[in-house]
């Protein structure tokens, strides 16, 4: 029942950022930009793209924001 409550925090955070969320299976959630979300547990989501690791976070806000940035330099460049 907590990984429940974690994929569906995460989830409603994704939303809230306006993040588009492609799929999502088990621990893992997808986004644009071969971007992904690992939730390791309760307190660590590990941010990868293209199958590479990025970051680990333990917070979830701090994830979207870091995503957020990261695709609004990717769209400038």
């Given at each position: 029942?907590?990984?429940?409550?974690?994929?569906?925090?995460?989830?409603?955070?994704?939303?809230?950022?306006?993040?588009?969320?492609?799929?999502?299976?088990?621990?893992?959630?997808?986004?644009k930009?071969?971007?992904?979300?690992?939730?390791?547990?309760?307190?660590?989501?590990?941010?990868?793209?293209?199958?590479?690791?990025?970051?680990?976070?333990?917070?979830?806000?701090?994830?979207?924001?870091?995503?957020?940035?990261?695709?609004?330099?990717?769209?400038?460049?």
């Amino acid at each position: 029942m907590a990984n429940e409550n974690h994929n569906a925090y995460l989830l409603s955070m994704l939303r809230k950022n306006d993040l588009e969320i492609i799929d999502h299976a088990g621990k893992m959630v997808f986004l644009k930009w071969d971007y992904a979300i690992e939730i390791e547990n309760e307190h660590l989501f590990k941010l990868t793209q293209d199958g590479h690791v990025v970051a680990p976070f333990a917070d979830v806000e701090e994830l979207c924001h870091f995503i957020k940035m990261d695709m609004q330099l990717n769209e400038e460049n």
